[in-house]
């Protein structure tokens, strides 16, 4: 955490409510979000007990499972969420623009460009916290092996026909929020702590109802009691009156309210299987709709009040004019969303248990590069962020005080403008050091040539003061370790290098002129993509080999005892036991 | 002492507790982790950790019942001995091992313990979260080495005392440090978990080596519970009917340096924030808070030293945060009222 978090922090300790930590909303928000707000069963694995899903606000639905521990009924709820999710998915798939890529060509073994389809807009799924992002994926792992009847007439417990596609594009959710900046699937709370510093820690944040409770507290409340109310509070009955937002519930819910009535559901359903005669079952029926109610209104009760709060997250963050170049990382996920489609299009086998050498190391790849750009993108975006960044000594800002006409000495001389700058920033500037800076959303490059003596109090200082703090290293010393430095300041001379155009003359309004308050960065502004690895069938020996279809057929082969012509085709599904206890 | 009726008495309760279905569920799967005399599990235990060892065959699975934790410790060593002495596999289910923590003894109950034929003992954990696709969730596993890493420990000292019983007195002091090292208890343990979404068994062998050291270290340099206790004042009580002033007074009396860390853990978490932060101590918002700020630990001295009202100037750490405020409030001075920022800094994003 940098100082001016830890800094703002302690303001929201101090004012009882949270601080800005951005001054532009840097995550994408779609106009009709999808918000899930899931539930599980204690203990279980891949057992949900309900969720509350849905794109109105007003009017969520509800999703319950009445005893978790029977598959038919799990089944049930799988299908439903997929008659929920798969629709508002493939109504994004269904727009598209023309956008063009750049493929290798096969024979050629050219870069060439291709036209190809890109969805004009993608599906966003919002939930409360990063457990529920866990969840997602861990929905998505139970569901995309499953085989429907329609697959495989022998499986034992054939899945209904949507649930294995719907874990798929859980999968892929699910996969999609590990890189960083991207908005196919967020966690309110993530987003949220991102743009607010509460006055009590990153674990505590991760509370949906306290954070909110901190960013906007009731009318004349202080943020720190609001946030311990939604903590804490608990009604007559035990209950916590702001539930957790899931997918765990409160073992106090579990242990009171909701194993009572599943033992409720469960008497009534083995009543009505025990009933002798039409009238009898009838009554008994009537039972066990309203045991099943009962769960319903519990379940509901637990998961209104976290989907009440998503959207009030929501509406915080709409506050917030969004980054510019948020709609750069949408587009990343556009292209995303785009590939996927076009794989479930295509007829592939779903995301495979393990991924191979390749497309490891290249889902590493995307992801450290994905963190770059979004640290970069970030503080051009927003100057609280650039303000961090400055501190840390890795950009600077202040006016131009100088700008003398040099030319490089090569055959054509092209101009080299030197720029002088005041800055009370500390860049850590090593000897010919890069710097960057943002001239109509492109990065102009310049070199560091040496830091000059601020003259004291001279506004336009000639730029050419006594030059005793000479080149390079020393001139980086830590920020603030000598106060009395700081306060005389600095001045930088650096040397224009590119996007001047190609003539002797500058462009005009490509090099600043006297007066200007700039910004240089120490980082790139623009990713550059790594070496490209080789095809999975290439893979070298050192990292396992070419994947071989053996090994997966071995595993399966293995764990269930059967093969079979269509095992060949679809991964194995996971073993299933016959009776059901989970 | 029960922590957890003292931070209710104290009128900050715990929120710890455990729901029924996950207990249901962690002892429905022990049960067919153990049925038949243990059969998968030695199975597991001789596939994973032991498989030069002659297959386990309808082993050993002493009764250790008796009456009290004592009894109940001895009645384990016994049965640890004649184990190993008879260099068969045998299954030690949910035996009671003693642990000397800080001068008192602390009873510690396993899931179960695995004697093999070459007389060497292995600790079993059995957990209900599930292992999916080989590799379960870290933290999890963690925090199973941790609690597997104190067993081993107390495995180790029942060896010990085993140990000086056969050889004498003689041999264990010999020993540096006057610590017998005796290596009959294996350091990985195995860690059974359901596989994917079944109820079937699947184990993994966790090295706990580090987890052990750690805790070793931990436990060494633990401050005596009778020195804890001398340096409390006469009378002072915990007892959960006192009157919530006298009882935290009490609590007050025993030092606590508490952390964020402490809410995941500790019975006592809620009590300790809420003092820590009427106290404005700046840990209650994340340890690695400290660390930037010197030794400014309060809220209050903190951001006075920002604003430039207190603090040594030539302080770094004074310097860094009042640099930190500047440009904290430039940053967001320019975000006037009326003020469109996103047409404003366009092109030019940072002023």
Known sequence: ?582 | MNKATLASALGSPSAFGQSQFAFMRGNAFEARVKADGGAELLRLVHERLDPGAVPPQGAAVPDLTAVGPEGRAARTALALREATEAGAWTLLDHPLLALDVAGSPAFLEPDAVVVHPDGSWTVVEIKSFPMLDGSADAAKVGAAARQAAVYVLALEQVANRLGADRLGADRVVAEPQGRAQISNVRHRILLVCPKDFSNLPAASAVDVRKQRSVTRRQLDRLTRIEDIADSLPDGTCFAPDLPAADLTAAVESVPATYAPECLATCELAFHCRARSRADGAVTSLGRSLRAELGGLTTVDDVLAAARGTTGDPTDPAVAALRRAAELRAEALGSRSPGHDRSLDHKGTPCP
């Open chain 1, 1 to 582: 955490m940098s100082l001016i978090t830890t800094l703002a922090r302690l303001e929201a300790v101090d004012t009882g409510r949270a601080q800005p930590l951005a001054t532009v909303r840097h995550r994408h928000l779609s106009e009709r979000p999808l918000v899930f707000v899931p539930l599980t069963t204690a203990g279980e694995a891949g057992a949900p007990l309900g969720a509350l899903v849905g794109t109105d606000r007003d009017a969520p639905r509800l999703l319950v499972v009445p005893q978790p521990r029977d598959r038919d009924l799990r089944f049930t709820f799988l299908a439903e969420l997929a008659d929920v999710v798969l629709p508002y998915v493939d109504a994004y798939g269904d727009a598209v623009e023309a956008a063009e890529r750049s493929e290798t060509d096969p024979e050629t073994g050219k870069r060439v460009k291709v036209e190809v389809e890109l969805c004009a807009d993608a599906p966003q799924l919002i939930v409360p916290s990063r457990a529920g992002i866990d969840f997602v994926r861990l929905l998505g792992r139970s569901m995309r092996f499953r085989r429907t009847a329609e697959q495989d007439p022998e499986t034992p417990h054939p899945a209904p026909p949507r649930v294995p596609l719907l874990g798929r594009w859980l999968t892929h959710f699910g996969e999609r929020a590990r890189v960083p900046g991207s908005a196919l699937l967020l966690a309110l709370t993530d987003v949220l702590s991102r743009h607010w510093a509460t006055g009590q820690s990153s674990l505590e944040d991760q509370h949906l109802g306290a954070l909110l409770a901190w960013i906007a507290p009731p009318e004349g409340e202080p943020g720190a009691e609001a946030a311990l109310r939604a903590e804490l509070q608990r009604d007559a009955k035990g209950q916590l009156l702001c539930p957790p937002a899931g997918p765990a519930t409160d073992p106090a819910f579990d242990n009171k309210l909701l194993a009572p009535a599943i033992e409720r559901y469960d008497r009534a359903r083995t009543a009505l299987g025990a009933a002798e005669d039409g009238l009898e079952a009838d009554d008994r029926l009537g039972e066990l709709t309203a045991a099943e109610q009962h769960i319903r209104d519990l379940v509901e009760s637990r998961t209104r009040p976290t989907w009440d709060a998503v959207w009030r997250g929501l509406d915080l963050l709409r506050g917030l004019p969004e980054g510019a170049h948020a709609a750069d990382r949408w587009t990343r996920d556009r292209w995303s969303f785009t590939g996927h489609r076009d794989g479930v299009l295509a007829g592939e086998p779903p995301q495979p248990r393990r991924d191979d050498a390749v497309t490891a190391a290249n889902k590493l790849a995307t992801r450290e590069r994905e963190q770059a750009r979004l640290e970069a993108q970030e503080a051009l975006d927003d100057p609280l962020v650039m303000a961090g960044r400055r501190l840390a000594g890795e950009a600077f800002a202040g006016e131009v005080t100088d700008v003398v006409m040099a030319y490089s000495e090569s055959k054509r001389p092209s101009p080299r403008p030197l720029v002088t700058i005041r800055t009370d920033d500390r860049p850590h500037l090593g000897e010919r050091a890069k710097v960057y800076r943002s001239l109509g959303g492109k990065p102009q490059s310049a070199e560091f040539v040496e830091y000059v003596e601020r003259e004291d109090g001279d506004g336009d200082g000639d730029g050419d003061g006594d030059r005793v703090r000479g080149r390079g290293e020393d001139g980086g010393a830590d920020a603030g370790t000598d106060a009395d430095e700081a306060a005389a300041g600095l001045s930088v001379v650096l040397r224009i290098v590119d996007k001047m155009g190609r003539g002797k003359e500058p462009e005009p309004g490509s090099v600043p002129e006297k007066g200007d308050q700039i910004c240089f960065t120490l980082f790139e502004h623009e990713q550059r993509g790594g070496a490209k690895l080789p095809d999975p069938e290439e893979t070298p020996w050192t990292h396992g080999g070419p994947p071989t279809e053996s090994t997966e057929a071995a595993e399966a082969t293995g764990a269930t005892g059967r093969t079979g012509a269509a095992a060949a085709a679809l991964p194995e599904p996971d073993p299933v036991t016959e009776e059901d206890l989970l």
